[in-house]
């Protein structure tokens, strides 16, 4: 089982990006899918999370900006609006998966680097 992460980069501040997350392998049941990010010298913060029926929650700090999006139920969108220079940080997406034949266990994506600066 693996999670991919991808869709960061550089971008002035008001862009937008779109994050993605995809959970692959031998699955049989994905959970709440979570991104978080973290910046040096910080506590990795919980960003946004999503149910696998698609309710969606946000920090206080993105609320208006970002979405989260469960586009089947392996695979997420964060779609970020009016960046900031406060949101670069490497963001990471995480989730609880259940393999065919095995207990749920806690995976990680690898991280995209996303920069917002003029």
């Known amino acids: 089982v693996q999670l991919q992460a991808s869709g960061g980069g550089l971008v002035e501040p008001g862009g937008s990006l779109r994050l993605s997350c995809a959970a692959s392998g031998s699955i049989f049941s994905v959970g709440t899918m979570s991104w978080y990010r973290q910046t040096p010298g910080k506590q990795r913060e919980l960003v946004a999370q999503i149910t696998s029926t698609g309710s969606a929650t946000y920090v206080s700090s993105v609320k208006g900006r970002f979405s989260l999006s469960r586009v089947n139920a392996n695979t997420v969108y964060l779609q970020m609006n009016s960046l900031k220079p406060d949101d670069t940080a490497v963001y990471y997406c995480?989730?609880?998966?259940?393999?065919?034949?095995?207990?749920?266990?806690?995976?990680w994506g690898q991280g995209t680097q996303v920069t917002v600066s003029s």
């Open positions: 995480t989730a609880p998966v259940r393999p065919y034949g095995s207990s749920w266990s806690e995976y």
